[in-house]
């Protein structure tokens, strides 16, 4: 079992700077490929970045690619993503997310997932 919570959401202006956090339990959190969803107002949970249990591979959605980087402290057991000039489209609660395949993963199947965190960025 892994159980994750994410952190580090808020309120900030449009071209700001916000830095999530997740943090997981269980033993075997390395084993695992993480990732971020997030889901605007009145839309559907969105794939937003992913990263394999090796660190070396990530993967980011167009919509963020270049502006976000996501990043992962094994010793920690703790994904984090790092979100830099950010837009009022930014706008959704982001979820972070955690599977054994980071292909699946991917296309937005997972075996755990954690509460939310509201990120609002003002214009």
């Known amino acids: 079992q892994v159980q994750l919570v994410e952190s580090g959401g808020g309120l900030v202006q449009a071209g700001g700077s916000l830095r999530l956090s997740c943090a997981a339990s269980g033993r075997t959190f390395s084993t695992y490929a993480m990732g971020w969803f997030r889901q605007p107002p009145g839309k559907e949970r969105e794939f937003v970045a992913a990263?394999?249990?090796?660190?070396?591979?990530?993967y980011y959605a167009d919509s963020v690619k270049g502006r976000f980087t996501i990043s992962r402290d094994n010793a920690k057991n703790t994904v984090y993503l790092q979100m830099n000039s950010l837009k009022p489209d930014d706008t959704a609660v982001y979820y972070c997310?955690?599977?054994?395949?980071?292909?699946?993963?991917?296309?937005?199947?997972?075996?755990?997932w954690g509460q939310g965190t509201q990120v609002t960025v003002s214009s």
């Open positions: 990263i394999g249990w090796a660190i070396s591979n990530s």
């Open positions: 997310a955690g599977d054994r395949d980071l292909s699946r993963l991917r296309v937005g199947f997972y075996d755990y």
